[in-house]
């Protein structure tokens, strides 16, 4: 069966980094598309990066643009989110999710990971 899960979260202070990974296994991971989105509390879970199956393109929210990596080893069946210059308003549960990219259906998610930032 297909398995996605997060690890690398924690708590960090302004200013600090964090890198994220997400391990997916039982799938072909280079027929999927895999992105980071994001929950904070009462808010609505938001698309953060996506980085396409080849790894050639990457999208990201406005609001972590030029802050924020999103990468993927193949050879791993791992993405990457490395995070730098981290606000408050970053704090959330980050999810995985990789979704194939031909049969949409085939759409997988992690458990989360929680990303803390306060001083």
């Known amino acids: 069966q297909v398995q996605v899960v997060e690890s690398g979260g924690g708590l960090v202070q302004p200013g600090g980094s964090l890198r994220l990974s997400c391990a997916a296994s039982?799938?072909?991971?280079?027929?999927?598309?895999l992105s980071w989105y994001r929950q904070a509390p009462g808010k609505e879970r938001e698309l953060v990066a996506t980085?396409?199956?080849?790894?050639?393109?990457?999208n990201y929210a406005d609001s972590v643009n030029g802050r924020f990596t999103i990468s993927r080893d193949n050879a791993k069946n791992t993405v990457y989110l490395q995070m730098n210059s981290l606000q408050t308003e970053d704090t959330a549960v980050y999810y995985c999710n990789a979704r194939h990219r031909v049969v949409r259906s085939y759409d997988y998610w992690g458990q989360g990971t929680q990303v803390t930032v306060s001083s």
């Open positions: 980085i396409s199956s080849a790894g050639g393109n990457t």
């Open positions: 039982g799938l072909t991971f280079t027929n999927y598309v």
